[in-house]
């Protein structure tokens, strides 16, 4: 079908919007370790820290991270805000906090309309609020308040990601993480994939310390003793125990303690303090709102301070290959992202069936997902 220049002036944008806000530079925070190993000690886990801004730098084999926090307002008829609250917005590219929120992408609700991506695979994990997915596959699905998306667009597939206002009588309340996590080269032309983890479904580690203070951590990939995640796509670097990924979101009560399990001594391990106002980790502070890179094969004993604390883990056997990344694709090569573009334009990765870029559900629809295979899991609201 033909695009229209509205439509292609998005992708365009995509190249430099997503890159400035989902895709900042991928090695800084890997140069930074390099830098930084002789400062680690057996009694000081901590390779380096980082403040976290609006994305967080991850390692190899992560791309990055980006934690959403938005208080959206009442949902108007077609499930956005009201037209108020759009005035003096950059509508289409909106990544300024006002009212409390922003509409990224979204012209009339928010979130961001179908874009192709190629060669990773995205996690995302809504904590609050709803995301309707649509694909290039056929594909479609509701899901939010603890479920987990997990994406792999291998050889290159158009999808959106929208945050619909379902609720007209109170706030619409958002929270989610997107993390992007490489493939390696053998497997960036996969056939795309995606796959619900329902938030029945993902375990939690329960750990009561000597003081009768209590951790929770829920388990979206690996494991922790006996307790597994559910298994992510089949094409997933995660997908093989061997390459020791973990994505834990774990809360601490206000004085809890916790000794984190120790890891290769090859595995990249950062561990995010994003909620909280103390915590240190084996007797070393780490400040409010940042990021600390450890040593996965050293003692590290996570202590919250007079609040509850939370914490999200990633961890993994780096895949130690050139990453070369422009907006939505990532690849090893400039040529193959020149390729990349090349194949979107001229494929646009399968069209898109759907009736328009910011697809959004029925608002009394339940969570599901649709598949491209035609199969339905459906869920209560």
Request: aromatic share 10%; hydrophobic share 35%.
């Amino acid at each position: 079908m033909n695009e229209p220049l509205h439509r292609r002036n998005f992708i365009s944008r995509l190249g430099l919007a997503v890159a400035a806000a989902w895709a900042a530079p991928l090695t800084s925070f890997s140069s930074t370790v390099k830098n930084n190993l002789r400062l680690t000690e057996n009694t000081n886990p901590i390779i380096d820290i980082k403040p976290l801004g609006f994305q967080w730098d991850t390692l190899d084999p992560f791309l990055f991270c980006v934690h959403h926090e938005d208080d959206f307002p009442k949902g108007n008829a077609v499930m956005g805000p009201e037209n108020s609250y759009l005035k003096e917005r950059h509508l289409g590219d909106d990544f300024i906090i006002k009212d409390g929120f922003r509409m990224y992408h979204g012209k009339t609700v928010p979130g961001f309309p179908g874009h192709p991506h190629r060669g990773f695979e995205t996690i995302t994990v809504v904590r609050k609020g709803i995301v309707d997915h649509a694909d290039s596959m056929g594909a479609s699905g509701r899901y939010g308040n603890g479920d987990v998306q997990w994406m792999t667009a291998g050889k290159g597939v158009q999808h959106s990601e929208m945050f619909p206002l379902i609720h007209e009588d109170k706030e619409n309340t958002m929270e989610l993480f997107q993390i992007w996590l490489n493939l390696p080269k053998k497997d960036k032309f996969v056939e795309p994939h995606f796959k619900m983890l329902w938030n029945d479904i993902i375990p939690n580690y329960k750990h009561t310390d000597n003081n009768n203070k209590k951790t929770n951590i829920e388990i979206i990939a690996g494991k922790i003793n006996d307790t597994k995640a559910p298994s992510p796509p089949p094409d997933s670097w995660a997908a093989l125990e061997n390459n020791d990924v973990a994505v834990w979101n774990i809360k601490m009560e206000a004085g809890a303690s916790y000794e984190l399990p120790k890891a290769s001594g090859t595995t990249n391990r950062t561990i995010y303090f994003y909620e909280g106002e103390e915590l240190s980790v084996t007797g070393n502070k780490v400040p409010k709102y940042s990021a600390a890179i450890l040593k996965a094969d050293a003692i590290s004993i996570l202590q919250a301070g007079k609040t509850e604390v939370s914490i999200l883990v990633l961890q993994g056997k780096p895949i130690n290959e050139p990453v070369m990344q422009y907006g939505p694709f990532v690849m090893n090569t400039k040529e193959e992202i020149k390729q990349a573009f090349e194949d979107y334009h001229a494929t646009k990765f399968g069209g898109w069936p759907w009736p328009k870029y910011d697809q959004v559900h029925d608002r009394n629809k339940t969570r599901f997902a649709k598949h491209a295979d035609g199969t339905e899991e459906i869920k209560s609201i």
